[in-house]
């Protein structure tokens, strides 16, 4: 039984892997290219919110919301991968492991990430978004995987029901006071001298959510019943989807944007899914994680036509996730141009492109970004699958790869 992809993995254990996490995370992997793809292509992500109810549309609400998705059960399943890796190989090697995998996250993150959102090679922006998340969150769980199973429940469920609470303090300026509680858990830009940087991931409920994920991961350690692992799942995500409903409904927790009636019913719907991801808050956890335990529970079969080609996104997501920033915004910039747009415009020395003021009136129909994102997925997917074809048949000699 192998270490999911997304942590990495040693050649030791590499073997076989769980096929119905490989596919989960090929899903999500996936689906997340659809929100990058709306953020370069529409013309709506220029002027403003696609959550914004007196503005978007249902098609463009929930072409946002079903990304919402993707970070979530990707920290969950970081988590479950970092477990099978500490039955495999010892507590100590994952400590370790960890360790120096979340230093490397932070530290593409920094470089190649950011310079693939921005095409600033100036250095004069940093984005702090997911991978960041992914990189500290793995260092702290380096440190927490010495506790025991007991404490790192108490201490996930903690961090996940009760962030909450700090929902009202706000630290002002851009002082090391400021900075550190943007870190822990308000989404907001800093501006020190001619550097920006903008604290997109709040770290508190993600570290609550890897831990989770490691503590769920014994439920997939060798010899444990694949029947009771299925009901557990089951029960567990239920759980979770019934606690979203009822928690939302009393409107007293969990979120800090309430919901309300709308005009038309759908609009109403629409408000009672629209919840808080900067930083992810109770409602957004449970409505996302819940169905991921669900989708865990019945998918543990045979690969078919259809599976098979998604869990090939699954088993490369760094490889796939550098590479698809990459491919998208060049093809914005390319967009732009044929738009009547200069290639400049299209990239930033001071802030995020999809902020530029100079794309007004740059963009296209959501029936555009969905055929773009389409073509992209099947541009990538020979590229992937080679380099999964690759790193098995090399990472026994090139170490490195274990970190793509």
């Not at 100036?122 to 992914?134: C, D, G, K, N």
């Not at 169905?291 to 080609?309: D, H, K, Q, W």
């Not at 990239?347 to 740059?362: D, H, I």
Request: charged residues 10%; glycine residues 8%.
């Amino acid at each position: 039984m192998s270490l999911p992809n997304l942590a990495g993995g040693s050649p030791a254990t590499r073997s076989s892997r769980i096929e119905s996490i490989d596919l989960l995370r090929g899903v999500v992997m996936i689906i997340m290219a659809l929100d990058h793809t709306r953020d370069y292509f529409n013309r709506s992500a220029y002027l403003f919110d696609p959550t914004d109810l007196h503005q978007t549309s249902v098609a463009l609400f929930f072409t946002r919301w079903i990304t919402h998705f993707c970070a979530p059960i990707f920290m969950l399943l970081a988590g479950i991968a970092a477990c099978l890796y500490g039955i495999k190989n010892g507590r100590k090697a994952l400590s370790f492991f960890l360790l120096t995998r979340g230093i490397w996250l932070i530290i593409a993150e920094l470089i190649i990430v950011t310079i693939g959102w921005t095409f600033n090679t100036h250095f004069t922006i940093y984005i702090l978004q997911v991978i960041w998340a992914f990189g500290v969150s793995m260092i702290v769980l380096s440190a927490l995987v010495n506790l025991s199973n007991k404490w790192l429940l108490a201490l996930a469920l903690i961090l996940i029901a009760g962030h909450d609470l700090l929902d009202g303090v706000h630290v002002s300026g851009d002082g090391w006071q400021a900075f550190l509680w943007a870190f822990l858990h308000q989404q907001r830009p800093f501006t020190f001298g001619p550097v920006l940087i903008f604290m997109g991931y709040p770290i508190l409920p993600w570290i609550g959510l890897i831990t989770l994920g490691y503590w769920l991961g014994s439920l997939y350690a060798p010899g444990q019943d694949a029947a009771i692992r299925k009901k557990t799942l089951r029960r567990w995500g239920w759980a979770a989807i019934a606690l979203f409903v009822l928690i939302r409904a009393l409107d007293r927790y969990g979120d800090p944007a309430p919901w309300s009636a709308q005009p038309h019913a759908i609009f109403t719907l629409l408000s009672f899914l629209d919840v808080s991801k900067y930083p992810p808050s109770l409602l957004y956890i449970l409505m996302t994680i819940g169905p991921a335990l669900l989708f865990l529970s019945v998918t543990e079969r045979p690969l078919n036509a259809l599976t098979r080609p998604i869990t090939v996104f699954g088993r490369v997501p760094m490889f796939y996730y550098l590479l698809h920033i990459y491919v998208l915004h060049g093809l914005a910039v390319l967009a732009a141009m044929l738009s009547g747009h200069r290639a400049s415009d299209m990239t930033s020395l001071t802030t995020w492109v999809t902020a530029n003021p100079q794309l007004k009136g740059y963009g296209f129909s959501l029936w555009v970004v969905y055929g773009v994102w389409i073509g992209v997925i099947i541009l990538l997917y020979p590229l992937c699958k080679w380099f999964d074809s690759y790193k098995r048949s090399h990472v026994a000699r090139q170490r490195w790869l274990s970190y793509l």
